[in-house]
């Protein structure tokens, strides 16, 4: 086994230092909201708009570069040793979408691997733009859907399904956030009509019991998050969370931080936190390092 731990699921733009936030929001004249860190009770869509501040500080490719490379920094010093780093080159409009990639990519340097997000409601051929522009880049490694769908959307999720057969063509990775506290059908939709190898969160995945047969006849691999599903509330307490339950039903699943940031997390404590939930054996936490490893997105 790969010594170390992995995070796959990361997002560059809310895994900032703390430090970095303040200095940069200082260098543009930004006020720092008085409560830009997630707390429980907040609600996916509070959660999802705290990211506005932050992408103000990223607009630029030398900004994207820098934080790219102390993310970098950052997991290694916690002891991750298979990292992947998420963002949405879309949201960066300080340059074009491929200059926006090869900046984060360039402070990268070959440590993480790169996904790339398309947006629950944005427009498919733009997603199908992402897929052309990573299959491009070998540091780049799979794409992914994230944000919440809403009733507003002109695109359902099973709109998004020629983008990532593509992506499957080009031998690129693929994950989708689904079942965050939502209904599990994403999940479905996610793994048989987009072809997900990993679903972001999963939260519901028990909530239809068939499920769990499809999970492990694919060999998918869910992406847990555990202080962020409880701060947007998926699960209703940190002890609710469905892991050690997906571990004994033979589900793989890998331990992520989703935002060092904003959720104030590191890998090493969000497997702390997994350690000491009811029923978790080391035997358990074992498995789900080893699924994160093996989990990987590699070209």
Request: hydrophobic residues 45%; glycine residues 10%.
């Amino acid at each position: 086994m790969k010594p170390g731990l992995p995070d796959l699921h990361r997002h560059l733009d809310g895994s900032l230092r703390p430090a970095t936030v303040e200095q940069l929001a200082r260098r543009f004249g930004l006020t720092l909201p008085p409560r830009l860190p997630f707390s429980p009770g907040l609600g996916l869509s509070a959660a999802l708009a705290r990211f506005d501040f932050v992408l103000q500080l990223l607009q630029r490719p030398a900004e994207l570069t820098r934080v790219a490379a102390e993310a970098c920094e950052d997991a290694a010093a916690d002891g991750v040793t298979t990292l992947e780093l998420r963002f949405a080159p879309q949201l960066h409009r300080g340059a074009p979408l491929a200059d926006v990639i090869d900046a984060v990519l360039d402070g990268l340097a070959g440590r993480a691997g790169l996904i790339l997000c398309g947006l629950y409601g944005e427009d498919p051929a733009l997603l199908h733009a992402l897929v052309e522009l990573a299959a491009a880049r070998p540091g780049v490694v799979g794409i992914d859907l994230a944000g919440a769908p809403s009733p507003a959307h002109a695109w359902r999720l099973r709109d998004y399904a020629a983008p990532f057969q593509r992506a499957a063509a080009h031998g690129l990775g693929r994950t989708v956030h689904a079942g965050e506290g939502r209904p599990p059908a994403e999940i479905r939709v996610a793994i048989e009509r987009l072809g997900a190898q990993r679903i972001g969160h999963g939260t519901t995945l028990l909530d239809d019991p068939s499920l769990i047969d499809l999970v492990r006849a694919r060999g998918v691999t869910i992406e847990a998050c555990l202080t962020s599903n409880h701060q947007i509330g998926a699960i209703n307490a940190v002890a609710d969370h469905p892991l050690v339950r997906w571990l004994d039903l033979g589900v793989a699943a890998a331990i992520c931080t989703d935002n060092t940031f904003f959720s104030a997390v590191t890998s090493s404590s969000e497997h702390q936190l997994a350690a000491a939930l009811p029923g978790m054996t080391p035997a358990h936490l074992e498995s789900t390092i080893q699924a994160g490893h093996a989990a990987a997105f590699r070209r």
